[in-house]
């Protein structure tokens, strides 16, 4: 038996999360972008447009892993889906195709969007170059400095990266200087968001966008072993790779859902970016979620080794699996994806993503209690991380 | 006499509504209550004060500083409904309204918010980032009401629903962008007020991009007031006497109101 | 009507070129490889661990990519063969699983490899981790201290990356040192070449091992056309992504193959590595081929802004192709090839390697005089090459 | 009486053949002929003149910076047989073979070699990357004879074979590796140069590996003669006059082959 898929209510809300918390200058950008993205959602043309270009300008289906030393080192079937084969090493281009899709349906000519370690800014920048469209990404002047390579790789694609000088210089100011841009710009402009959040219908949009991880998933699962994996497991940054794949398992109850937040340095300590586990509700960035905040209400900054993670809020619609409990929501620290890196590197020759370690550290850290086969998704690859795995092995 | 009757009373007396944006806990906490005293004698109508917030996503970057000075100052939420109420005490008769984005108002939560701002006498409450359609948000008893915002870029149909969801007055954000002090704001502006107030029938007050005494004439005429916060924040930014700077950057606003054409 | 495809004669030899130049001391090993090779090739269960590895370990079929902002700018249809979207990024991936699912069946604990810029080392560190062999790769100290993050990536997979200190400290004296521990440790170790090149039967195996890249992509283009390319182009370091290619589409006479091979500062200058236009005949590493060399019969020294092309031999296949004229083979210069590689980047949000954008060149500089679509192996992507680049252009 | 006679004449004869490797235009050309001469005097049956190349794949670090050296002075195939014709003028008793890699000898041509190499009295060729079944490339009216190889891992079945392709002897590589002085060989050496012997049928003389007089009693009871490569030009290496080195060095192995056993 399977279960009906969350959908958000008319006001954009996944029970208690979710809306549309933004000026009224950007209601009618959003009133749009909703008819636009609801015609195209239904409209054949839009969907082959779409999947065409996830299968040659990507490499969907992308594939399903059987990563046998791995499995031998825990105990059960581990599958990796290989998002880290994408084009541009991760996920994010997934939902950036569908976007730019749409906002050239939409008739804009300019794209703008917000990045923290630049990956789904070289996503948008490569999308864009793709079909010719304008691209400005705004990326905070701390991340510009730690991350030079990716703002070449934007430049290189013909993207302008405008340093966001506000705040703490990093991912949440970007996505303010982008939502200002937005609202400066909103007859032009589409705003390209990277990840499930922001204000309604960027989350279950996005998350249609990447549910492709979890639908080819499942299906591959299917045919792989004639069964369903015992528990789906991602990392959760804003939540894009763990929805994709959440989203279509969700219809599945026997599934365990598991999302791993970045702990940083430990939970217990001020740095780390375990959202759902040491935040509370609030609203930022155009919707209400779970927020890493003070008693005050100010948002408070986010630490993870991981680039990715380092966001203080997260996705709408994981917020409400939180709450019903339809997911189940743990942290990994820096320390144990450091090891998770190292361990997948050496078992299978495959160098993953800090932000996909967070979730290869759940599963090493339960080797041996797990129960059956294991999806998990490995959202990207670790080349982008070599550097700073390097500092962090000198630091020691 | 409520808030609402208040501006519908000046409105209707022919008089133009000027409304200073302070930002509270700038540049101290402890300057805010002799700010708003300042700002009175200097010729407000009303005042808007601003709570903090780490990220004051309409805000251009004026505004960003202030509210950052003010954060790391130890401004909050709690202090500035202090300070409002210490104002009110004193200065009944110009009123106090809360400007503030949903997330601070959020983590008081509705309820304690709407006892301490009753308590307060606060006329209003203005959240840019909360569309009417989410004020159930907010929504406890005693609760000042809140003000919905218009934009050069709201449509016909929506004005008249924000005309019909009402409100003590309507803010007119008078351009597409953030906050922050423009030389010229387009030459549309005018026509913008105009078709806002007919469409929502409410008072219009307009804001965004005001920065000189030398735009009043364009404006006033279009609309009931208008409101002005980063060109003043820019006014106190490093100022040897804030409170005096208040007032001689407010005076020759209310003097350009005050002129009859 | 298809030709016959071209296969080694008894003694290795395509034509004049091939064979096996090799001290005594490997002639066993070379004749157990052959055996073992046969064996396999004829092997469905082998024929199937191979399949299976090149679908979910990388992500064969790799797209067909029609990159349509190219075609219009270059006046025919360009399809992009995909191998880019390799695990590892590169095709060289492709070769090491069929060769190291072969040393798995041949009972071989170790392995080793030579790897110039260090992607043929990286892919085989990466396969040995994933089938638990020791890996030791040589590598020239010159090329560690310019390509310090792949050493990197290949040491955190586990593998031992060892210095060659002889020479130029280059590729060349990479593969050197390889065929030098192999000798020496013959009886335990597999040697995993990285190009078509080294004594029979690595150019015929290695090519089959690479011939995935050819056979899907004519699927590909009679699916997506309809019909055959006109060209097939591809880079020529070694050649073993152009053989790739080739090979298959070399059935079709209709077909115009062009390899491309790097002119560095100019083929009329020291500095390039336009083996077929400016070598002639000779043995290195094992066969008999083209090679850059002096009057003497001293290996001259090649250049080129590409690592992977920086290389004074080729494939023995290729000297027998250029020799009867099956394929054609010409130059990019690396100021063309670094034009190439902005194009795409701008174009298509693609960032190509150096290696590819040399293939690239060749179609940007025949813009407007081609007769009919171009299908063209996008053999890597150019991450690795990002830093070469800013350097460039900054001396610039 | 050819090369092949001569060898076997000596190998009748008892004696143990002492060969060593001399790096042509090591340290310079200039020294090639004076080292043929100290060699000779040391007692040397006959001399393998090696012919330096860019890329020699069978060598150790010390015979490939030998061939580096030379290559930087200035050698070449050419100089190399030129040399080899000087000496064979002076001393025709004592030959000189070639060993080389194959694509010098390429680049030169088979036919300009065989011609050239001829005229100098080059007894025989060594090419360790070429195998007999590829001699064909080398082929060429009047090319001296060519050696075969054999290593430890050489199957039986191929050591007959050849033995049947023939050569003046059988050159057998003492160990899997390239070449080096080594301070000892394994103790499996004698068998497998005893095996070779009998396989093949032909001369054997053993290299690689071989470093000190002291190894020459376990070595050349079981074969026809001592190949010495690496530990030559290490002697070699800044000495103040390679001549007298070369003499010094070679004499020790002269005098423990010739000891009875
Ligand atoms: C590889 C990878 N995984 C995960 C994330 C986190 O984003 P999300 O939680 O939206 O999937 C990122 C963000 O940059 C990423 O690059
Ligand atoms: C991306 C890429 N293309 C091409 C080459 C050249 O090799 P080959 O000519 O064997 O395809 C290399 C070698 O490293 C490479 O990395």
């Given amino acids: 038996m399977t279960r009906p898929l969350t959908q958000p209510d008319d006001r954009g809300f996944f029970g208690a999360f979710g809306g549309r918390f933004v000026p009224e200058t950007l209601k009618p950008a959003l009133d749009e972008l909703s008819v636009a993205y609801a015609v195209a959602k239904d409209d054949p043309s839009f969907q082959a447009e779409f999947a065409e270009a996830l299968a040659t300008y990507s490499c969907h289906p992308t594939p399903l892993y059987h990563a046998e030393?791995?499995?031998?080192?825990?105990?059960?079937?581990?599958?990796?889906?290989?998002?880290?084969?994408?084009?541009?090493?991760?996920?994010?281009?997934?939902?950036?195709?569908?976007?730019?899709?749409?906002?050239?349906r939409m008739g804009k000519k300019r794209?703008?969007?917000?990045?923290?370690?630049?990956?789904?800014?070289?996503?948008?920048?490569?999308?864009?170059?793709?079909?010719?469209?304008?691209?400005?990404?705004?990326?905070?002047?701390?991340?510009?400095?730690?991350?030079?390579?990716?703002?070449?790789?934007?430049?290189?694609?013909?993207?302008?990266?405008?340093?966001?000088?506000?705040?703490?210089?990093?991912?949440?100011?970007?996505?303010?200087?982008?939502?200002?841009?937005?609202?400066?710009?909103?007859?032009?402009?589409?705003?390209?968001i990277?990840?499930?959040?922001?204000?309604?219908?960027?989350?279950?949009?996005?998350?249609?966008?990447?549910?492709?991880?979890?639908?080819?998933?499942?299906?591959?699962?299917?045919?792989?072993?004639?069964?369903?994996?015992?528990?789906?497991?991602?990392?959760?940054?804003?939540?894009?790779?763990?929805?994709?794949?959440?989203?279509?398992?969700?219809?599945?109850?026997?599934?365990?859902?598991?999302?791993?937040?970045?702990?940083?340095?430990?939970?217990?300590?001020?740095?780390?970016?375990?959202?759902?586990?040491?935040?509370?509700?609030?609203v930022l960035h155009g919707a209400m979620s779970y927020l890493l905040q003070d008693a005050e209400g100010q948002v408070t900054e986010a630490h993870s080794i991981s680039a990715g993670l380092d966001y203080p809020g997260i996705g709408p619609e994981h917020a409400h699996f939180h709450?019903?409990?339809?997911?189940?929501?743990?942290?990994?620290?820096d320390a144990e994806a450091i090891n998770a890196f190292e361990t997948l590197s050496c078992l299978e020759g495959i160098i993953p993503a800090f932000e996909s370690s967070?979730?290869?550290?759940?599963?090493?850290?339960?080797?041996?209690?797990?129960?059956?086969?294991?999806?998990?998704?490995?959202?990207?690859?670790g080349d982008k991380d070599m550097e700073e795995y390097l500092l962090h092995k000198e630091g020691k | 006499m409520n808030f609402t009757e208040f501006i519908a009373q000046r409105v209707?007396?022919?008089?133009?509504?000027?409304?200073?944006?302070?930002?509270?806990?700038?540049?101290?906490?402890?300057?805010?209550?002799?700010?708003?005293?300042?700002?009175?004698?200097?010729?407000?109508?009303?005042?808007?004060?601003?709570?903090?917030?780490?990220?004051?996503?309409?805000?251009?970057?004026?505004?960003?500083?202030?509210?950052?000075?003010?954060?790391?100052?130890?401004?909050?939420?709690?202090?500035a409904l202090e300070a409002a109420?210490?104002?009110?005490?004193?200065?009944?008769?110009?009123?106090?309204?809360?400007?503030?984005?949903?997330?601070?108002?959020?983590?008081?939560?509705?309820?304690?918010?709407?006892?301490?701002?009753?308590?307060?006498?606060?006329a209003a409450l203005l959240v840019p980032d909360l569309l009417p359609e989410l004020w159930d948000h907010l929504a406890a008893p005693g609760m000042p009401p809140l003000v919905p915002f218009a934009a050069p870029n709201t449509p016909e149909a929506r004005l008249k629903e924000l005309g019909s969801i009402g409100g003590p007055f309507l803010y007119a954000v008078a351009v597409l962008g953030v906050t922050g002090a423009r030389e010229n704001l387009s030459d549309s502006v005018p026509a913008f007020l105009a078709r806002t107030k007919a469409k929502t029938g409410l008072p219009v007050l307009a804001g965004f991009g005001i920065s000189r005494p030398e735009q009043v004439p364009?404006?006033?005429?279009?609309?009931?007031?208008?409101?002005?916060?980063?060109?003043?924040?820019?006014?106190?930014?490093?100022a040897a006497d804030p409170v005096q700077a208040a007032k001689d950057f407010l005076i020759p606003f209310r003097v350009a109101m005050d002129k009859k054409p």
Same sequence: chains 1, 3.
């Fill in chain 2, 218 to 238: 364009d404006l006033a005429p279009a609309c009931d007031g208008l409101i002005i916060g980063s060109a003043l924040a820019k006014a106190l930014d490093g």
């Fill in chain 2, 85 to 122: 109420a210490t104002f009110h005490a004193q200065r009944p008769e110009v009123p106090v309204a809360l400007m503030g984005y949903t997330n601070p108002f959020l983590a008081m939560g509705a309820e304690p918010l709407a006892r301490k701002a009753e308590a307060a006498g606060i």
């Fill in chain 1, 358 to 381: 967070h979730a290869l550290a759940w599963v090493l850290r339960n080797a041996g209690k797990l129960k059956g086969p294991v999806l998990l998704c490995l959202s990207g690859r």
């Fill in chain 1, 69 to 104: 030393r791995l499995s031998e080192h825990v105990g059960v079937p581990v599958y990796l889906k290989r998002e880290d084969l994408n084009h541009l090493g991760a996920h994010k281009v997934n939902n950036a195709l569908g976007q730019i899709i749409l906002a050239r």
């Fill in chain 1, 194 to 282: 990277g990840s499930v959040v922001g204000p309604h219908p960027y989350p279950s949009m996005v998350r249609d966008f990447q549910s492709c991880i979890g639908r080819e998933a499942l299906a591959q699962m299917q045919e792989r072993t004639g069964g369903l994996p015992t528990y789906g497991v991602a990392c959760v940054g804003g939540g894009s790779n763990a929805m994709g794949l959440f989203h279509p398992l969700s219809a599945h109850p026997e599934i365990e859902l598991i999302g791993i937040e970045a702990a940083g340095e430990g939970v217990d300590t001020e740095r780390h970016a375990a959202t759902l586990t040491k935040g509370f509700p609030g």
């Fill in chain 1, 323 to 333: 709450t019903t409990g339809r997911a189940r929501y743990e942290s990994a620290t």
């Fill in chain 1, 111 to 192: 794209i703008i969007a917000e990045t923290g370690a630049g990956q789904h800014g070289v996503a948008t920048a490569a999308v864009a170059a793709r079909f010719g469209l304008e691209c400005m990404v705004h990326m905070g002047e701390e991340d510009i400095r730690r991350q030079k390579l990716n703002v070449r790789r934007m430049e290189l694609m013909g993207a302008t990266v405008k340093p966001a000088l506000s705040g703490s210089r990093t991912l949440k100011d970007a996505t303010n200087e982008a939502i200002r841009d937005w609202v400066a710009n909103v007859e032009t402009t589409f705003y390209l």
């Fill in chain 2, 12 to 79: 209707a007396s022919g008089r133009k509504l000027l409304v200073p944006y302070l930002c509270a806990g700038y540049p101290t906490p402890d300057h805010t209550v002799s700010l708003l005293h300042a700002l009175a004698d200097g010729g407000a109508d009303f005042i808007e004060l601003g709570i903090p917030f780490s990220d004051p996503l309409a805000d251009g970057p004026v505004l960003q500083a202030a509210s950052l000075v003010a954060l790391r100052a130890g401004s909050t939420l709690e202090k």
